[in-house]
T-cell receptor, first 113, second 109 residues
Framework: EAQVTQNPRYLITVTGKKLTVTCSQNMNHEYMSWYRQDPGLGLRQIYYSMNVEVTDKGDVPEGYKVSRKEKRNFPLILESPSPNQTSLYFC????????????FGQGTRLTVV | GDSVTQMEGPVTLSEEAFLTINCTYTATGYPSLFWYVQYPGEGLQLLLKATKADDKGSNKGFEATYRKETTSFHLEKGSVQVSDSAVYFCALSDYKLSFGAGTTVTVRA
């Protein structure tokens, strides 16, 4: 089954404690992205990757890091989380080209206290 | 840069009512346009898409037409059901996928 898998689904952490949210896709897609969803703001792109070892900043990259060492994985790293990073996070992947459908993970609900 | 503006919600309707969610876009090129739907507790999934001017996307009774002259891609459904309660996102794609703010739709029995 084609899918994007994120882990964990829920996470509560404390300010400053490094964390990683994993994302994996089984569709051999070139493009992968991370978004955060906040009430009234819709989905905002954090980082995206057009292929292995190719990453770039989205609209709200501050406080986040990513890596793309393998095509299937695209982890999101928060080196020093802060309360303003409390949000719902989604990973997405799609094949190359502008008309292709994006597939989304189930989401990770992160709370930073 | 490219952007999408969609009608603010929330929208509350009765079953069998007509639904319209407005979406307009700003783009320098000729992007593809999408509607995604997010059911409670789930990720987004593609509802329909259109890749060029005058194309009509349709799925599950929903329709949207790519209008280049008005830079719009409004979503419509003639008779909604309780199961259509969800958040709907308009999106455009050139090399990057950009989303609108989302419209929450609640359908009451």
């Amino acid at each position: 089954e084609a899918q994007v898998t994120q882990n964990p689904r829920y996470l509560i952490t404390v300010t400053g404690k490094k964390l990683t949210v994993t994302c994996s896709q089984n569709m051999n897609h070139e493009y992968m992205s991370w978004y955060r969803q906040d009430p009234g703001l819709g989905l905002r792109q954090i980082y995206y990757s057009m292929n292995v070892e190719v990453t770039d900043k989205g609209d709200v990259p501050e406080g986040y890091k990513v890596s793309r060492k393998e095509k299937r994985n695209f982890p999101l790293i928060l080196e020093s989380p802060s309360p303003n990073q409390t949000s719902l996070y989604f990973c997405a992947s799609r094949a190359g080209g502008e008309v292709t459908e994006a597939f989304f993970g189930q989401g990770t609900r992160l709370t930073v206290v | 840069g490219d952007s999408v503006t969609q009608m603010e919600g929330p929208v509350t309707l009765s079953e069998e009512a007509f639904l319209t969610i407005n979406c307009t876009y700003t783009a320098t090129g000729y992007p593809s346009l999408f509607w995604y739907v997010q059911y409670p507790g789930e990720g987004l999934q593609l509802l329909l898409k259109a890749t060029k001017a005058d194309d009509k996307g349709s799925n599950k009774g929903f329709e949207a037409t790519y209008r280049k002259e008005t830079t719009s891609f409004h979503l419509e459904k003639g008779s909604v059901q309780v199961s259509d309660s969800a958040v709907y996102f308009c999106a455009l794609s050139d090399y990057k996928l950009s989303f609108g703010a989302g419209t929450t739709v609640t359908v009451r029995a």
